[in-house]
């Protein structure tokens, strides 16, 4: 009997259970709020965009409907907006997360651990993985699809094993966005113009206070506000993997992922370039398995050269760290394709080893990018999943690997003297490779090292730490490789800088150690750790006045908070202060002493500033660490400048620096746009206008009719050139950087020749790289600077004078030889003996032709008192000096394109 019956009740148990598994899986998936029930429409939907307010109201209600997923506050925008990341994993593992967090610091930070120890904890880990919705605002599907994403993973986490799987093994940050006040300015706009002839126009403003696009070049500086919130998250949590979405696959592509083209950073660790290539194609393989045709490899497009990436930096810091590229058409406008569209060696469909499954065309939405990014997304997760334990344990491999290298062979260390010409400017770059996780020493003790005395409190960088292949990244010289497209061709162009070299562009002495650093000198090395700031509870004034991130800056990591300057000084008597240019926070005393309303002058190479009292000189002294020289009296050039910035509707991303360099030195500016051009009176407003890099058609032209709203269209046109071209000859400085220096050539008719405009690529290119200048320091825009100096060239014009030139060179590249010093330069012939900067006569006027890039992305700090010296050049001090003879005279014969002569053809 008991043989009979026991199946019977086994039987019903079993069903009673499955049925209530099955209507408490239904119970839970009624309680998670579906998407559209917070947006007003299915996220994919044509014509369509969420805000980040949207988007974060939605996974609020995820936090508050599962145990699965928990908000977590990582701080503020440049803008303001709160901003989030949601943790998404089991409920054990979200209950437990103090365990997984400290097993990722352990296997990150490994020295003194052994193989078998780091073996345990990969076994007792969680992969953390780090997914988002993108940096670049207009590539609108990625902040779409992690709205998509969570309800995924939230809402079939009990019906799908393999979601189930994933969460039980990995620990998930899915950032909603990484620019959510981007995200909010291109959906308003999107909407905004939405069913009008608009819908697809380019917004007429950066998707970033200050630089757009570029806040994905700003890795190992951390200028912004958002690469610090993101950086200091990630050295709290130390991700396993990190996977940014982008969407510019190369047309006809759908998607493309890695392996990255040619070249890598010559320092990426092995181990996680061979994950990455992997992970590139377990997405690939999802992809095929999904039927999702298109997706590419390699190319000649995205390499992986230059560090500042936000989602590639990471691989320095032994992170398998990637970017994804989906096709995009425009917002959430959809688009039919025909193979007509196709370029033509795309148009035969022919299959190819890295593009196994061509895309044959049709429409593409918004909703199609989505789903090739969650599929993508999903293959990540499911990659981490699957080789929990490799992915942990080859952190703690490469890491280690990284660390025994640097005991066996060069650099050993990096020496970083307190004194250099500018004491605030080491400051200013080791704060940032702390915040990156850099371990920093100094000497308690004077030393002798490899025949180089080193004085007491010398900074050191060992480089037997898991992050060294970071610091060699940025402190050694870059070797651009010569990489053609074909044999005698033209050079595969660098995706974006070529050279970046942060010793040469902070003008800093740094020497490499060439020997092992003996017991006796690790003796004297002491760890440099300062009382680190709490994010969460700081005052929002400025924590750390000598480097110039304002708020809590990068205090927010003990390392950086113990990097002090040697202290200012004070010398002299009198009531009159000295301060000298080649300290860039002479420049922060200037902007402080206007708002006092105190005098400021120019006199001799030096700034004059009068009537400062002894409590604010010394809080300047404090502060600032600046050494000011007091004095009876002086005879200068009064300055009060009335700065103009020009900011074109085109969302210029260069003077979008140049903003954020004046806000924070707190120089007084005015912007202008278009309009102000079309008044005759810009003498009356302004002493100085100044405009940043941009193309010639770009400043005269604008946008096309009928390409935006009409209150963008244009640029200064005919009217706005005549009035610019007045306001030089009434007495104005019009300042030039870069590219912006063919405007004035061509629209002000300066004799003055780009010698290598129009010339071909594959005779003479740079890409982004540092080449050496000899200074004009007798100039006033060259005050400070010091007699050869390392400027950072990009598209940048080389001049020659023509009949007819008044003025005079401000800096000249040398007659023989090349002048580089990181990157890449082909042709040398095309700037020996040119000049890089002038200052050219123009009526009573002056127009400075910068042929370099002063304040690059906030990198190049060496060069930038000369932009705010020709800002502070105005109509008086030109008058005040005789220009200078012999530093430099125009080739006999130019080099370049014959047709590339001064002004207008």
Known sequence: MTNTVLPQVTKKATLLAVAFQISFSSLLLAQIPAPEETLGFKVGADFHLATYEQSLEYFNKLDVASDRIQMVHVGETSEGRPWFFALISSADNIKNIGKYKAIAQRLAHPDGMTREEAKQLAKEGKPIVHIDGGLHASEVAGAQHTISLAHQLISTAESDERIARILDDVIILLWPSLNPDGQDIIANWYEENVGTPYEVAPVPWLYQKYVGHDNNRDAYMVNMIESRVVGRTWREWEPNIIHVHHQSSPFPTRIWLPPFAEPIASQTPPLVAREVNMIGMAMAQELETEGLKGAVHMGQGFDAWYPGYIDYMPVLQNIPSFWTETALYRYATPYFYTINDFPKDRSDLRIESLYSSPWPGGWWRISDAIQYMQTASIAVLDYASKYSETVLFNKYQSAQNTIEKYRNEPPYAYFIPQQQRDPARPVELLKRLAFNGIKISQLDKAITFDGQAYPKGTWVIPMDQEFAELARQVLDVQVYPDLREFPDGPLEQPYDAAGWSLPLQFELNIIAAASPLSEDIRASLREVKGTKVDWKTAASDDNSKIDFAPGIGFNTNEVAAGILPLPGSLKGSGTTLLLDPKENNTFRVLGEAWKQGLTVEYANQKYVVKGASETLTKRWVDDFAVNIARTGSSSGVRIQPRIAIYEPWTASMDMGWTRWLLDNFGLPYTVIRNSDFAASNLKDRFDVIVMASERNGTIENGYKKGQVPPRYEGGLGETGIRNLDDFVKAGGTLVCMNQSSDFAIESLYLPVKNIVKGVNRKDFFTGGSIMEVAANTAHPVMAGMPDHASVFVNRSPVFTT???????????????????????????????????????????????????????????????????????????????????????????????????SGGKQ
């Open 802 to 900: 023509l009949e007819g030139f008044k003025g005079e060179a401000l800096a000249k590249y040398q007659e023989k030889g090349s002048p580089l010093r990181s990157g890449f330069l082909l042709g040398t012939k095309y700037l020996n003996g040119y000049a890089a900067a002038l200052d050219v006569q123009h009526g009573q006027g002056h127009v400075i032709l910068f042929g370099f890039q002063p304040q690059w992305r906030g990198q190049p700090m060496g060069t930038y008192r000369t932009l705010f010296n020709a800002m502070l050049y105005g109509e008086n001090t030109a008058k005040s000096r005789a220009v200078s003879e012999g530093f430099w005279a125009a080739p006999a014969k130019a080099e370049g394109n014959s047709r590339a």
